[in-house]
């Protein structure tokens, strides 16, 4: 009898010590709110910027970290996402905040395209190359595209506002940034921890058994693509409302190395990994500003580092640190 | 009584080989049917073939009555058979706890929208199902690595996982490739305890496929020999003991 109960209670105690532990996540953003206090306008830009690559490395782990599949789409939905803000703003005049939700719905779109040669049995190295093709023709849209893109010069894109009010500062795009950057997290957080996430992670695993299991695989695969285009499309439009200006050569392949990067970086497959990437990843150029000429070597240097040390990225650092920074499916 | 399970003359061919060749059989409810036969000799493929995996070149398959060989996997699955692999089919990245309940993911009733707006519906539906998956760990003994990742587990608790994952939904019609391979001998029982008591308690129809002869003569209530993708006997066990093709079928091969 009191085995049982010994035996009953051990789980359970587990898991609300972990709820405990999680609701810790709250005080980040809470801490994060008197940043612009204490940063000139062009380290806010920074900090700002990585809020951007936080969304962009979310969709892209989900697709890459959680489906497992090597699709390299992911610049193709930021593109969408930055242009549909850009261009609802500056040719139907909307404010931005109108204009976040249909980046991430064209994203979605974008993201459910692009899935088309995986539902189509497409894998690795052949997926990759169809995928980043899939890119590169909406680069070519994006030149072509004149009256509507502005062509390879790109389009100026109207300062932001929010519900009348302009975002004048670089401290009001952070708040405005932060928020959206929170709600992407508890959303995909929520997803990827239910039957959904479960099912992305069985089909990285092993898709004959996901299926014998009864989960219709090519509809998972689409969903996956599809919330990670809306993510990333969301991300485009914070890009979009940052920078100022869209243009075809910020949808690059460099731009695509750099956002894989982060991943790989932060860790495959975790939510937390995808954040941390984006910190290490964006900022990372600050810091080696001083090193003038050498850049770009130390910035290789230290992804070559990271790879080389932490395979699992640095979320497998932090999850070594305490059990609560453990994704769901993270797995050191 | 109506079949649970019925292949009326099946085949399967890849290019000029016929791995599956003619082959008629039923498994009925409460029945525990083995299918043995040498290396090659087509079990697999016929597993395959009923649980959607393998494209079937003539005949039909029914289960409940209804034609499944133009369903895909999971519409098969969903309609209640359930299988194991041979190699092992467990969720490599998910815990033994997750790929339990990734076998009882058709039942966990929450929906996309409900797990975004976090609703009470639906996080009931994932807690409820949680807690069901760590019971049914624990009912098969294997509770105690619920946390545990599946590539963390020994050969044998793998064998158990699978099998569990198999069954959470407690399927009608349940597809077993080899599950005793790589079990210690203590093992091989409880297993064979396990599937007589499905049959025999649950009513389920199990179809087994298993080289450990004497696990296949206590279990089950008939046994089915391939081979050369051909079946050549179809009796009660202590009968196709007895048989001259099937002691051929060994020896030819041996
Ligand atoms: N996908 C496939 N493509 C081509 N040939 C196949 C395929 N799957 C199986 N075969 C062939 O079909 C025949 C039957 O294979 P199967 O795996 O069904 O045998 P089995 O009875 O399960 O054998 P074992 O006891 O070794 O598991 C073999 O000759 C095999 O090589
Ligand atoms: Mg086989």
């Known amino acids: 009898m009191t085995d049982i109960a010994k035996k009953e209670s051990l789980p359970a105690g587990g898991r609300s010590r972990s709820r405990i532990g999680r609701s810790v996540f709250w005080l980040i953003p809470i801490l994060l709110l008197p940043v612009p206090l204490f940063l000139d306008q062009y380290r806010q830009y920074v900090v700002n910027l990585i809020l951007v690559y936080v969304p962009v490395g979310i969709g892209f782990n989900i697709v890459v970290g959680n489906l497992g599949l090597l699709a390299f789409s992911n610049v193709a939905f930021f593109g969408i996402g930055a242009y549909t803000s850009g261009v609802l703003a500056l040719k139907l005049g909307l404010p931005w905040w109108a204009t976040v939700l249909p980046a991430g719905i064209m994203g979605a779109l974008a993201g459910s395209a692009a899935s088309v040669p995986a539902l189509r049995g497409v894998r690795l190295f052949y997926l990759a190359i169809m995928t980043l093709a899939f890119g590169e023709l909406l680069r070519w849209v994006y030149i072509r595209w004149v009256p509507v893109t502005g062509g390879s010069f790109g389009m100026a894109v109207p300062k932001p506002s929010v519900f009348g009010l302009p975002l004048l500062t670089e401290g009001h795009k952070f708040y405005a940034f932060l928020f959206l950057v929170v709600l992407m997290v508890i959303l995909t957080n929520r997803l990827l921890r239910s039957r959904f996430g479960r099912a992305f992670m069985a089909i990285k695993s092993n898709e004959q058994a996901a299926a014998a299991m009864g989960i219709p695989t090519d509809r998972y695969i689409l969903l996956a693509f599809a919330w990670g285009g809306f993510v990333v499309g969301i991300g485009g439009s914070m890009y979009a409302a940052l920078v100022g200006h869209v243009t075809p050569i910020a949808f690059d392949l460099t731009e695509l190395i750099l956002e894989f990067a982060i991943i790989m970086v932060g860790g495959l497959g975790s939510l937390v990994g995808s954040v941390l990437g984006a910190i290490v990843i964006t900022s990372a150029p600050e810091f080696f500003r001083n090193w003038l000429g050498f850049q770009e070597l130390l910035f290789g240097v230290l992804i070559v580092v990271v790879i080389l040390f932490l395979p699992r990225g640095l979320a497998s650092l932090l999850a070594r640190l305490h059990p609560i920074f453990v994704d769901r499916y993270y797995r050191d | ?254």
């Open chain 2, 1 to 254: 009584m109506a079949a649970l399970l019925e292949l009326t003359d099946v085949s399967v061919r890849f290019g000029g080989l016929t791995a599956v060749d003619n082959v008629s059989l039923s498994v009925a409810a409460g029945e525990v049917c083995a299918l043995i036969g040498p290396n090659g000799a087509g079990k697999t493929t016929l597993f395959n073939a009923v649980s959607g995996n393998a494209v079937i070149n003539s005949g039909a398959i029914r289960f409940q009555g209804e034609e499944i060989h133009r369903l895909t996997p999971h519409q098969i699955s969903a309609k209640g058979v359930r299988r194991t692999f041979q190699n092992g089919g467990l969720f490599a990245h998910l815990t033994a706890l997750e790929n339990v309940l990734v076998g009882l993911h058709t039942r966990v009733d929450s929906s996309f929208l409900g797990l975004l707006a976090s609703a009470p519906a639906s996080r009931r539906a994932e807690s409820a199902a949680t807690a069901r998956a760590r019971e049914l760990l624990d009912l098969m003994q294997v509770g105690h690595v619920a946390d545990n990742l599946a590539s963390d587990l020994s050969g044998g608790q793998q064998r158990m996982v699978e099998i569990v994952r198999a069954l959470a939904t407690e399927p009608p019609l349940l597809l077993l490739d080899e599950p005793a391979v790589g079990l210690a001998p203590h093992m091989r029982e409880q297993l064979g305890q396990i599937i007589r008591r499905l049959a025999g308690e649950r009513g389920i129809g199990i179809l087994l496929i298993e080289h450990a002869i004497e696990l296949v003569m206590n279990v089950s209530d008939r046994v089915v020999v391939l081979n050369y993708g051909k079946k050549v006997a179809d009796a009660p066990p202590a009968q196709v003991r007895a048989d001259k093709a099937v002691l051929e079928a060994y020896l030819g091969h041996a």
